[in-house]
């Protein structure tokens, strides 16, 4: 069974640029988490789809957005990018939430300029 | 507060040795219990974790972990250490009874080295 896929893998955008990240959960999972990873703030719970709807959302301003489509991929948005949103971001699927664990892509490394 | 506490920020141990990695939690009941790897440039994996039962938990690539409730921690351990073990290591809590990945809670994490 084919792992859970992030693109693109690595992003360099500009300040006030927006960007926007796929996922591909595990075939067969319905939950989709996004979690933003950073040397100095470490892993923060961005936000979590499950059939579509999204079920929770971390403290993150309304520029991060999201989606989750009826194939369960899911997509996130980061408008007017800011020097701060340079991290790391994984996502993470599950059959329907946490219970079992997470498993997590490779993420996808963005770098803002 | 609901809070996860790697105190090793980086452990360097020679290859062949055991390593025991330390993680202690705060929170409100028994939580639900993780550790994961990260090699660098990647996701995070899952080795193991524990909801009930033993204590005594069983992961993939050699690794085991201790759910002690008194101490409230949950140490992960190998008892021999290869090279490809070298990598970032974090605890994680999850609420026992609401499913979600926002009540996750990952530690800040813990850097081993493997020395020749």
């Known amino acids: 069974k084919a792992g859970v896929t992030q693109t693109p893998r690595y992003l360099i955008k500009t300040r006030g640029q927006q960007v926007t990240l796929s996922c591909s959960p595990i075939?067969?999972?319905?939950?989709v988490s996004w979690y933003q990873q950073t040397p100095g703030q470490g892993l923060q719970f961005l936000f979590e789809y499950f059939s579509e709807t999204q079920r929770n959302k971390g403290n993150f301003p309304g520029r991060f957005s999201g989606r989750q489509f009826s194939n369960s991929r899911s997509e996130m948005n980061v408008s007017t990018l800011e020097l701060g949103d340079s991290a790391l971001y994984l996502c993470a699927s599950s059959l329907d939430g946490t219970t079992e664990g997470n498993y997590f892509g490779p993420g996808t490394r963005l770098l803002v300029l | 507060a609901q809070s996860v506490t790697q105190p090793d920020i980086h452990i360097t141990v020679s290859e062949g040795a055991s390593l025991e990695l330390r993680c202690n939690y705060s929170y409100g009941a028994t939580p639900y219990l993780f550790w994961y790897v990260q090699s660098p440039g990647q996701g995070l994996q899952l080795l193991l974790k524990?909801?009930?039962?033993?204590?005594l938990v069983q992961g993939i690539k050699g690794f085991e972990a201790e759910f002690k409730r008194s101490q409230s921690s949950f140490n992960l351990r190998k008892p021999s250490v290869h090279w490809s073990d070298a990598a970032e290591y974090f605890c994680?809590?999850?609420?026992?009874?609401?499913?979600?990945?926002?009540?996750?809670?990952f530690g800040s994490g813990t850097r081993l080295s493997i020395r020749p």
């Open positions: 524990y909801f009930s039962g033993d204590t």
């Open positions: 075939s067969g999972h319905r939950s």
């Open positions: 994680a809590v999850g609420h026992p009874r609401y499913s979600s990945a926002s009540k996750i809670i």
